[in-house]
Each structure stands twice: as C-alpha cells, then as structure tokens.
C-alpha cells in the first residue's frame, strides 16, 4: 500500500501532542471515529498513519503522517484536500512539508520549460534573469504597451503583467496582449511577455488561445485563486507554453511557502514562482526564502527545475545582495521600484539589467 | 466610480495603523509606489481609499478600505484577488468583511435553490433538515449505498459524499453515484444525495453530467479547492442544480468565516454551506458560527438564502441544543456520530431524524 507523508507542525503541550497527532491523521483521512471502521484494509490502509512526532522545543511538534495515495486519485485538489483540506481550519496545525512516494509523483511531471528553457528563451546564459511588471492597473493597453516598451529597451528579460491585471473594461485581456505584444516586436529585443491568465478553466483556455495567436508563449496566473487541478490542467493541456506562477491567496503563513510555492508549484508545472523576498513588503524570514528556492531548484524526481523569482518591493541597491543570496539561477523581479523612474524608465531598467548581466561574469 | 469595500482587521500599535491601512489599500489595488502614478483617473478611481479606522482595542484596528468595482472585472477570482490577494500573505492582516454595490452584486445571482428549494426538495417544511455523509473513504461504491440506504431507512434528508470521496479507484465517482442513487430509489424516501465534485472544471462538469444522467440534483464541492470561479461557473452552467459547499482549504483563521463560507460562498451560489460548529473538532467560537449563520439567512441583495450545515464531531445529544442555536432554518449534519451505531445505523438515524422532526412541532 503506497502512502505519502504529510508533514504537520503542531502547537501543542507534550502530554497532548499523541492524541492530537493521531486526531489530525484521523481528520485527514477517514475523518470518522476510527472504531466504527469494520472494513480491515480501510483500517490497514486508509486511516492516516503517525510515522513520526519530533519535540522541536516551545511547544511545537513536527508531525509526520502517512497518507494512502489511492485517497488522492492521482488528482491536484485532492492531493491539497488530503494534505490539509479540513486541517487548514484548525488554528494549530501547519503544513509543513509532504513527501511523494513514484507513483504518485508520476502523475505530475512538472514545468514545461524549466529554468534551462527560461535562460534559452530570452537568450541569458550564465546569469540570473531579470524581470518586471506592468503596472498599475487601471491604465489602458496602449499606455501598458508603452510601459512594456521601454522596459524592452532597457534590456529586461521578462515582463508580467500585474497579478491585478485580469480582464477588465479599462485594459481587456485581448487588447491588452495583441498592444503590448505589438510593442515589443517593435522593441526587436528577445523580451518574453507574460499576461496574467484568470478567471474559470474555460475563461483561462480562452486566453491562453488568444495569447498564442499573438505569438505569447509564457503566461502568468495565481494557483491559489484558479484552482490547482485547473492549474495543472492547463500545463498539460499546452505542452510547450511557460507557466509563471503567482502566490495570490496562497496564506502562505498556514502553509509552509518552500513547500506550496516551491515543491507544489514546481510539481504542477511552474515554470518560475514568484514570491516575498524577504526585506522587502511582506514577512518571509531570510531561511524561509532560502529553502523556498531550493525547493525549485534542486534535483527532485527528475522534474526540471523552477526558477525563484523574489519580488515585493524590490529596488535597485538590492540587486548585489540578491544575487549574492540567490545566484545565478534566479529571476530578479522589480516592478514599482523601476516605474518610479517615470520617463527615464529605459534608463533604469537599463542599469538593473547591465548589473545582473555584469555579475554573471563578475 | 463605484467601490467596493474591503473590510480588514489589522494588528499594529497606534503610532503605526494610519500608514499600514494605507499601505494595505496600496497592495490591494495599484500594488506600486503611488508617487509613481501620473494617470489622474488611476489616482482618483483605482487606488485603493482608506475610508475608516476603527480601534478595537488590543492593537487591533478594523479598517475599511474602497477598492475600485471595475478593478474585479466581476470575475469572482478576480474579486477574491482585490480582495485578499497579496494580503493573505501578510500576517497581521485578516480579511473581515466585504461590503459590495449592486452594478458588483448583478454579477452574482446567488444560490439556484436556497433555503426553500431544499426543504421543498425533501419535503421537511417548516423544521429543520438533516443530513449525514458516506464515510469512510477506502470502501467500495456497493459497501458506500449500503450505509446510504440505512440512512435513507431512518429518515435522513441530505445524504453527502464525505468530502475526502473524490474520483478515486477504489470507489470511481461514475460507479459509486449509480450505486447510491439505486440504494435511494429501493428506499422509496426522498432523501437526497449529493456526490463530492472534484478535480479541473472540465472533470467536474463530466461529473455533473454523469450524475445528472442518474437523477442528483445536489452536489458538493469545496469552492477553495475548485477555485471560486469555477465554482461560480458550475452554478450558473447548470441553472436547476443545487451545490452544497464545503470549507476543506478555507483557512478560515485568515478570511472571517461569516464572509467566506456565508456571504461570499452564497454570493458565488452555495445553497448549503458545511461549517465546524462550535464545541466540536475545530475552533470555531459561538459567536462565529451564530455570525455565519446570519450572513446565510438574513435577506441579502435579494439573494435566496442558503442553508447553514453545522458540523464536524457533531453527536445525536447536541441535536437539541443545535436546534435551539440555530432554530428551524437550519440542516443539522451528523456523519461519524451516526456510523458508530453500525448494525443500527438505521435505527440511530431515524432517532435522529424523529428528534428533529418533533422539536419542528415543539
């Protein structure tokens, strides 16, 4: 019987932690008193397993629970339900990390393009890999083409649309694209443009149709808010399209970020995952970031890796120490903090591309 | 220009609160430095309004923040973006309520059969309704219509999949509806079953066909899972149907349960909205669970109401206290309570649903 292992951290005082272990393998798997179970192999198999409970002092615990891989039918929802579909309502348990035996992990081969086929699309051998937003919404596709534009001639690798970008009557999807696609044909420069997919599956494919006959072969969306199954479907669905994925609704403080942004992400097929870097408008610990991008970067069941892509409220003065933190094998992410340059725009996003490009051969 | 507002409760000292409210709107609508902006509309109508800070004592503070209608495109993922996107990243931040205006409000008709449809569904006129669920998962689809015919013997109204029942090999959703749905049609009752939907949309609407084909009218999914707009897309493709929601990936300690699993899931279309009752497994306090109630039934927009389903951990002694909490409009849910009967699952199902049916007449 293949099992995975979910890994829970729960608060907790030491003569509680064996019950409450127990109740969590329990609720996240037959959820019903384990003694009106008669069935012997729902007993053997099904009900959650606790492999494991480590003391990591202060009153945490590091649980770790086997999960049948039959509950999950091979299925991304309902890997995430069983992982902690009723346990992300209770106050004192974490996700911390899952393990995934083959044959589960076989049902998800991961990024279409990976970070060799990201640095080979824009041409960025041997260093870290720039990348900005168009911002704010709000501003019509011909004024966003124009930001694009300038952002193409300043040299910058990527450019996403802000997650807030959806399809709106200020900026519909299809204007949106087919202007700033046009814009950067224009530019003549190899910059990959990345338009934020949203809405149902339906509305999504949709999109996704109407980018690739603009010649779009990345695309941006939030996993938390789409659904993962439809996530995952979608990369299935376009084989050779680039996925950027957005934490949007990701509540990463109940869910450990290396675990969801990084391993999760990169199983369903992100392609780069953007994320808080630390220092900068949200929470993340130094570590946090650190196992974050591990998690898409090294060898994981011959998946290719992802590529971190730390943002939020990212400048200029930090690019030295991010890619002293990061490496090369990253995608640095500045959207506001080049915008606030206004019209010397080129000129910034110029001076954030020549640094990364110098340190690839520093 | 027409706002909607978000309404936030955020931990921060005194000295701190005017510029972390504003710092949230920013997030939540531009996400880029304002003194970027020139586009005097974008300033004027998309940035996002700081409109009152309340102090709640305990360095917390309730502050309501006017975010753009036209930035959600009336997309319910998108609204979710606007709403609690990159927020539900920020520790100190909790999504409390939401308060929208008609032209966003149009976009979302509401349940299909609300509070009325389902009682006139099972025929349980004025008193409350009751409901149980197919557990454990592991069995198989004849073992699982075994349990449903007992339960449908002792009376029950709404018979759920356990939200762990997915797609899953060892009970196939196709097989186990044809199944339970015989059981239900042998009991000559008019208990109503609702299969568990899982997966991308394009997998749920087969399964909606598939049970269509055998009769269900009801279903459940959890809309965290499935992602709110496919969710909402469901509901309106299939205008007769009616969908139970459940709250498996909620995270309901970070969004305000009354807003997600009441108003919003309703707004989106939920005729019954599964919730951890208070006293029970998870930590819902009275006052949540009497808040989320309200937010199902108080007339709303005009919307139906739907139907608060409490549970988790619920037993056969808590029926007339629930019944007192809750009163008539209301479906109580007993799942593993009910299997620990076994051989007289029959039996204690129809104590439960005569309970029910004479406070009706109390």
């Known amino acids: 019987m293949s099992r995975l292992t979910a890994i829970y951290r729960i608060r907790s005082d030491a003569r509680a932690i064996d019950a409450r272990a127990r109740s969590i393998a329990v609720e996240q798997s037959v959820e019903m008193p384990v003694d009106a179970i008669d069935d012997p192999a729902v007993l053997a198999d099904i009900v959650g397993q606790v492999e494991q409970i480590v003391d990591l002092g202060q009153d945490v615990f590091e649980v770790r629970v086997g999960l049948a891989v039959a509950t999950t039918g091979s299925e991304p929802g309902q890997l995430l339900n069983m992982l902690y579909g009723?346990?992300?309502?209770?106050?004192?348990?974490?996700?911390?990390?899952?393990?995934?035996?083959?044959?589960l992990l076989h049902a998800f081969p991961?990024?279409?393009?990976?970070?060799?086929?990201?640095?080979?699309?824009?041409?960025?051998?041997?260093?870290?890999?720039?990348?900005?937003a168009l911002k704010p919404q709000g501003l019509p596709p011909a004024t966003l083409a124009g930001i694009a534009l300038r952002l193409a001639e300043g040299g910058?690798?990527?450019?996403?649309?802000?997650?807030?970008?959806?399809d709106q009557a200020y900026s519909p999807f299809a204007r949106r694209v087919a202007a700033v696609q046009a814009a950067l044909r224009k530019s003549g420069r190899k910059t990959c443009y990345l338009p934020s997919l949203s809405g149902s599956l339906d509305q999504m494919v949709a999109q996704v149709e109407q980018a690739r006959n603009e010649g779009v072969d990345f695309v941006l969306l939030a996993p938390m808010i789409a659904g993962l199954a439809n996530f995952h479907a979608l990369v299935r669905a376009y084989p050779t399209m680039g996925f950027m994925t957005h934490p949007a609704m990701a509540g990463a403080s109940r869910i450990a970020p290396p675990l969801l942004l990084g391993k999760l992400f990169r199983l369903m097929g992100s392609d780069a995952t953007v994320f808080p870097n630390h220092g900068g408008r949200f929470g993340y610990a130094p570590e946090t970031c650190r196992a974050l991008a591990e998690a898409c970067r090294r060898p994981y069941a011959g998946r290719r890796p992802s590529v971190p892509v730390p943002a939020g409220g990212m400048t200029a003065e930090r690019i030295d120490e991010m890619l002293a933190f990061y490496g090369p094998d990253t995608m640095l992410l500045i959207g506001g903090g080049l915008l606030q340059a206004r019209d010397r725009l080129a000129e910034a996003a110029a001076a954030f591309t020549r640094r990364v490009a110098q340190a690839g051969h520093d």
């Not at 009723?86 to 044959?103: C, M, Q, R």
């Not at 080979?120 to 870290?128: E, F």
């Not at 910058?156 to 959806?166: R, S, T």
């Open 86 to 103: 009723n346990s992300s309502i209770h106050d004192d348990v974490t996700l911390w990390d899952a393990e995934f035996p083959d044959d």
């Open 110 to 132: 991961g990024p279409n393009r990976g970070l060799d086929g990201l640095r080979h699309r824009v041409g960025a051998a041997g260093r870290a890999m720039t990348c900005s």
């Open 156 to 166: 910058i690798d990527f450019i996403k649309d802000d997650h807030g970008l959806a």
